[in-house]
């Protein structure tokens, strides 16, 4: 069974200053889906990024950039010129491209909960 | 704007209170999902679907119970609420067979079982 790793259940950052957030994931497949989804005081979980295995070059939004290391079955997240309102809980999910049944469906690490300090 | 609705942000239900949860989603989206939100546990599936009247069992079904009678609204029912129920509720859809768009989720409820 395919398993999401967040192994940082806190990290803190200062403002303006980049920081790493870490993912691991098992898999036997070849081709699936890696998100990063933030979830702020508000409760909304939004979609930060996504990544494609398929795709060699690496992921990124704005100040959102990702480490795809597919041998590695590494997926992490940097935030660079970190603001206030990146304080969240960062979910790292997967999803295979087998949407038979519960394949599809996402598979979630447990948390990484991010201070931003002014 | 894709949304999926909670119908309540707070709730707070006495022991063996029969709860309802109720979630709608605007997109014609074919997958609804509840999760409940602990810390240090992260998210963990209840009870999924995909289709009208179609339910899945998740990872921790038990105590709970789900009704999909429209395309839209997908329902977390607790026959008898229990301290341990405590929890926050996220409700999330998706389309089918398009894993790339991942999930919207709506805001959550906090549920307090007294």
């Known amino acids: 069974a395919q398993t999401v790793t967040q192994s940082q259940p806190e990290m803190s950052v200062q403002e303006a200053e980049t920081v790493t957030l870490s993912c691991t994931y098992d898999t036997s497949e070849s081709d699936y889906y890696l998100f990063w989804y933030k979830q702020p005081p508000s409760r909304q979980m939004i979609l930060v990024i996504r990544q494609e295995a398929y795709k060699q070059q690496n992921a990124t939004e704005n100040r959102f950039s990702v480490n795809f290391q597919k041998a590695a079955k590494s997926f992490s997240l940097k935030i660079s010129d970190s603001q206030l309102g990146d304080a969240a809980m960062y979910f790292c999910?997967?999803?295979?491209?087998?949407?038979?049944?519960?394949?599809?469906?996402?598979?979630f690490g447990k948390g990484t909960k991010l201070s931003v300090k002014p | 704007d894709v949304k999926v609705t909670q119908s309540s942000r707070y709730l707070v239900k006495r022991t063996g209170e029969k709860v309802f949860l109720e979630c709608v989603q605007d997109m014609d989206h074919e997958n609804m999902f509840w999760y409940r939100q602990d810390p240090g546990l992260g998210l963990r599936l209840i009870y999924f679907?995909?289709?009208?009247?179609?339910?899945e069992k998740g990872d921790i079904p038990e105590g709970y119970s789900v009704s999909r009678e429209k395309k839209e609204r997908f329902s977390l029912i607790l026959e008898s609420a229990s301290t341990n129920q405590t929890s926050m509720y996220l409700c999330?859809?998706?389309?089918?067979?398009?894993?790339?768009?991942?999930?919207?989720f709506g805001s959550g409820t906090r549920l307090t079982v007294v």
């Open positions: 679907s995909y289709d009208v009247k179609m339910k």
């Open positions: 999910a997967y999803t295979s491209l087998n949407y038979g049944g519960s394949q599809g469906n996402l598979i």
């Open positions: 999330a859809s998706s389309l089918l067979a398009r894993p790339y768009y991942g999930y919207t």
